[in-house]
């Protein structure tokens, strides 16, 4: 029955994201500066995407990729599909926060940690990273 509550736990939260420009992964600067514009406690992959400052094209496919995830039960799959997200971007902060999440949910206290700095390193305004974080 655990195993089944962790598992809504994850289909309840929303998915994560990755942020490309056209052509490629964002700059440091580049995200740092979309960073800094969207200070938010949005945990909807949706209005988080859109303020990566995409082209329609890639917040699409961004938002379909973290719809999937959303929709997944298996926590140790979703887990390994966060990280693999934030890793082909390298700077989608939601993917990182939401890798967090389920290494929470999977008691992995030092990996969701590590997730949820990297949230931070890449927007240090997102609030719910900072607010998991705490809770550690």
Same mark, same amino acid.
């Given at each position: 029955?655990k195993?089944?509550?962790?598992?809504?736990?994850?289909?309840v939260?929303?998915?994560?994201?990755?942020?490309?420009?056209?052509?490629g992964?964002?700059?440091?600067?580049?995200?740092?500066?979309?960073?800094?514009?969207?200070?938010?406690?949005?945990?909807?992959?949706?209005?988080?995407?859109?303020?990566?400052g995409?082209?329609?094209?890639?917040e699409?496919?961004?938002?379909?990729?973290?719809?999937? *995830?959303?929709?997944?039960? !298996?926590? %140790?799959? $979703?887990?390994?599909?966060? +990280? &693999? =997200?934030?890793d082909?971007?390298g700077n989608?902060?939601?993917?990182?926060?939401?890798a967090?999440?389920v290494?929470?949910i999977l008691?992995?206290k030092?990996?969701a940690?590590?997730?949820?700095?990297k949230? *931070?390193?890449?927007?240090? !305004?997102? %609030?719910? $990273?900072?607010k998991?974080? +705490? &809770? =550690?």
């Amino acid at each position: 029955k655990k195993a089944a509550e962790a598992s809504d736990e994850v289909l309840v939260a929303s998915a994560p994201q990755e942020s490309k420009a056209e052509g490629g992964t964002l700059s440091a600067s580049s995200r740092q500066a979309n960073s800094a514009a969207f200070e938010n406690d949005s945990t909807d992959f949706d209005t988080v995407i859109s303020s990566y400052g995409l082209s329609k094209s890639d917040e699409d496919d961004l938002k379909a990729k973290h719809r999937k *995830l959303a929709k997944m039960g !298996n926590n %140790a799959a $979703a887990y390994r599909e966060y +990280s &693999k =997200l934030f890793d082909e971007s390298g700077n989608d902060y939601f993917a990182a926060y939401k890798a967090g999440e389920v290494a929470r949910i999977l008691k992995k206290k030092s990996n969701a940690k590590m997730w949820y700095n990297k949230a *931070l390193e890449i927007n240090p !305004n997102y %609030a719910p $990273a900072k607010k998991a974080l +705490s &809770k =550690l």
